[in-house]
T-cell receptor
Framework: GAVVSQHPSWVICKSGTSVKIECRSL??????MFWYRQFPKQSLMLMAT?????????EQGVEKDKFLINHASLTLSTLTVTSAHPEDSSFYIC????????????FGPGTRLTVL | GQQVMQIPQYQHVQEGEDFTTYCNSS?????IQWYKQRPGGHPVFLIQ?????EVKKQKRLTFQFGEAKKNSSLHITATQTTDVGTYFC???????????FGTGTRLTVIP
């Protein structure tokens, strides 16, 4: 199989705090990991693509200083939402791919972030 | 920029009716993938098509990749309540190293 986990599954935090979300590929090595944001009843919005050991590639309009991504190993990527504000409240989903960005992506269960 | 559009955005069908969602790209794609996201869940990979004109079947689901490799369709025969969810196509433009997700089609099946 190809299982991807995310932690936490949901988080509520106060405005101004930082939140870290972990994405792990449990049974395969993920060369590439992706971070998406999904608003209710809307499509997936790609935020950034990361490869192990290198800097993430951010999509246009996504603030790299706001959404810090670290891909420290072939099985772990983290997304840190810094100084979160209510408008950052969303469903954040990661996905992992064995190969390049065009390969099949295996999605994590998502993290629902609510910023008060 | 690259856009992958899907129509319709929403579809309500009576259980037992057929359903089709269409995916269109502004550029030629090297491959097209389809994912299903159940309500409250995360996207799950269904299938990948690579060849021009390719047709693949998974039980009641039929996937097609257009001859020009710019469009694709997913057809579900005799829908069931378990088919409820949002279906996303995702295409990789030729020469690109990215997968662009379509806008999704949300299917509701009325029992």
């Amino acid at each position: 199989g190809a299982v991807v986990s995310q932690h936490p599954s949901w988080v509520i935090c106060k405005s101004g705090t930082s939140v870290k979300i972990e994405c792990r590929s449990l049974d395969f090595q993920a060369t590439t990991m992706f971070w998406y944001r999904q608003f209710p009843k809307q499509s997936l919005m790609l935020m950034a693509t990361s490869n192990e050991g290198s800097k993430a590639t951010y999509e246009q309009g996504v603030e790299k200083d706001k959404f810090l991504i670290n891909h420290a190993s072939l099985t772990l990527s983290t997304l840190t939402v810094t100084s979160a504000h209510p408008e950052d409240s969303s469903f954040y989903i990661c996905s992992a791919s064995r190969g390049l960005g065009t390969d099949t992506q295996y999605f994590g269960p998502g993290t629902r972030l609510t910023v008060l | 920029g690259q856009q992958v559009m899907q129509i319709p955005q929403y579809q309500h069908v009576q259980e037992g009716e057929d359903f089709t969602t269409y995916c269109n790209s502004s550029t030629t794609l090297s491959n097209i993938q389809w994912y299903k996201q159940r309500p409250g869940g995360h996207p799950v990979f269904l299938i990948q098509l690579v060849k021009s004109g390719e047709v693949k079947k998974q039980k009641r689901l039929t996937f097609q990749f257009g001859e020009a490799k710019k469009n694709s369709s997913l057809h579900i025969t005799a829908t069931q309540t378990t088919d409820v969810g949002t279906y996303f196509c995702a295409g990789s433009p030729t020469g690109a190293n990215n997968l662009f997700f379509g806008t999704g089609t949300r299917l509701t099946v009325i029992p």
